[in-house]
């Protein structure tokens, strides 16, 4: 069995093996929008036929991008001590972890969708970025695990989440029961099922219009109130997974917890970023 059927299927859980450390350089293939908030980049990587997937469909790299248009990205090499360091007289590139959208084994070719903000160090890269820059990647890890004898799914995420969100819901089995809320910027962030995003899972699919500053409200993100107005989870044992703002998952958790007593042991709430904090 395929190491992601085993994260979907629930055969042990969360039992995978051991993160292996490996940096690759890789070639942009293609860059563009695929919605007004987000960009989607596709890389093709030098060496992809090292790269080992997590075993996890939410599964995040580091993306290494050059600190200026003179600074190529240099990557930590492998001592004979066992340990990665950069080599003398380079310094670590700026990076920021994004999702994998999707592999390739094939052609080594990973595609990554980007979130569009201010300020962030890889997104204003992406704005810039043309075919055949340079960036650096690793092996990916992740957190996505179904739980033996799940029945259904509910994700719950920011626009941030959205390509985890794509990519679990291409890689359910068919007929699964999944109910997935997703708050965007705006309408036309949508990634409607059958369109953007394949599945052959019964998805129930709510869009949240308001992320971002919005003058009538404090901060960017209303996940917790999106959170309190589900009420009822569908029957049976299932899995909740939460991805977002960090304190925010930890709201959205505890309503889960507390407020409905749905099992704690079938939460993942993963904290993407922090409000105020650079995504480090």
């Given amino acids: 069995m395929h190491a992601n059927a085993q994260a979907l299927s629930g055969v042990e859980d969360h039992d995978h093996e051991a993160y292996v450390e490996d940096n690759f350089l890789a070639s942009v293939v293609s860059i563009g929008h695929l919605t007004p908030a987000m960009m989607r980049v596709v890389l093709r990587l030098e060496g992809g036929e090292r790269l080992l997937v997590s075993g996890h469909p939410d599964e995040w790299v580091r993306l290494a991008v050059p600190a200026d248009d003179g600074t190529p990205v240099v990557l930590p090499v492998l001592r004979e001590s066992g340990r990665w360091e950069m080599p003398d007289g380079a310094d670590y590139a700026p990076n920021r972890p994004y999702t994998v959208r999707r592999w390739n084994a094939k052609t080594s070719e990973m595609m990554l969708d980007m979130v569009v903000h201010e300020g962030g160090v890889a997104a204003r890269w992406a704005m810039a970025a043309k075919v055949g820059d340079v960036v650096g ?12 004898g799940s029945r259904w799914l509910l994700m719950l995420t920011d626009i941030t989440g959205l390509p985890a969100v794509g990519r679990v819901l291409e890689e359910l089995p068919q007929g699964f029961k999944a109910v997935v809320h997703v708050e965007i910027p705006s309408d ?6 059958g369109e953007m995003i394949e599945t052959a899972a019964d998805v129930e ?3 949240h ?3 971002g500053q919005h003058p009538e409200r404090p901060g960017y993100t209303q996940l917790p109130r999106i959170a309190r107005e589900i009420r009822q989870l569908p029957e049976g044992p299932g899995y909740i997974y939460i991805a977002g703002e960090a304190r925010a998952v930890a709201e959205c958790r505890k309503h889960f917890r507390d407020t409905l007593s749905f099992d704690k042991r079938r939460i993942d709430a993963v904290g993407y970023w922090i409000e105020g904090q650079a995504r480090v």
């Fill in 188 to 193: 036309a962030d949508r990634q409607e099922i």
């Fill in 209 to 211: 219009i308001g992320h």
């Fill in 137 to 148: 990647i690793c092996n990916p890890e992740g957190r996505f695990w179904l739980p033996k």
């Fill in 205 to 207: 699919m709510t869009w």
